[in-house]
C-alpha cells in the first residue's frame, strides 16, 4: 500500500503557473505509475496526465489528456518519492481540486488516491 499527500496548490492570477508535487510514502515508489486528476465543482474527474514507474532502464513514458499537453507537465523523482505536476498559462478554467494516484505495475486502475489540492485560478 501506498499513502500519498498533495501540495502546492493556491490561489494563482490566470497566466501565472503552479507546481504541484505528490509525497508517496509506504511501499517502493518506481513500483506505480503516478497518474494526476481533477475535479472542478459541479463536474466529474477529469485525467490530467500520468507517467509510468520509470524503475527500468527505458525511463518513464508520460500521456497527457489532449488539451492539456501544451500547459501540463508531468515528472517524478523516484529518489525522492515524489511526483510533479507544473502547470502554466494557467486559466480559470483550470480550477479544481488535484488530485495524484497511484496505479500498482500490472494493474488497470489506478488504487490509491490523495486527497488532493485546491487550484483557483482568479481572472
Known amino acids: 500500500q501506498v499513502q500519498l499527500v498533495e501540495s502546492g496548490g493556491g490561489v494563482v492570477q490566470a497566466g501565472g503557473s503552479l507546481r504541484l508535487s505528490c509525497a508517496a510514502s509506504?511501499?517502493?515508489?518506481?513500483?506505480?505509475?503516478m497518474g494526476w486528476f481533477r475535479q472542478a465543482p459541479g463536474k466529474e474527474r477529469e485525467f490530467v496526465g500520468a507517467i509510468t514507474s520509470g524503475g527500468g532502464t527505458g525511463g518513464s513514458a508520460i500521456n497527457y489528456a489532449r488539451s492539456m499537453k501544451e500547459r501540463f507537465t508531468i515528472s517524478r523523482d523516484n529518489a525522492k518519492s515524489i511526483a510533479y505536476l507544473e502547470m502554466n498559462s494557467l486559466k480559470p478554467e483550470d480550477t479544481a481540486v488535484y488530485y495524484c494516484a497511484a496505479r500498482p505495475i500490472g494493474r488497470t486502475e489506478f488504487d490509491y488516491w490523495g486527497q488532493g489540492t485546491q487550484v483557483t485560478v482568479s481572472s
Open positions: 509506504g511501499r517502493i515508489f518506481n513500483s506505480y505509475a
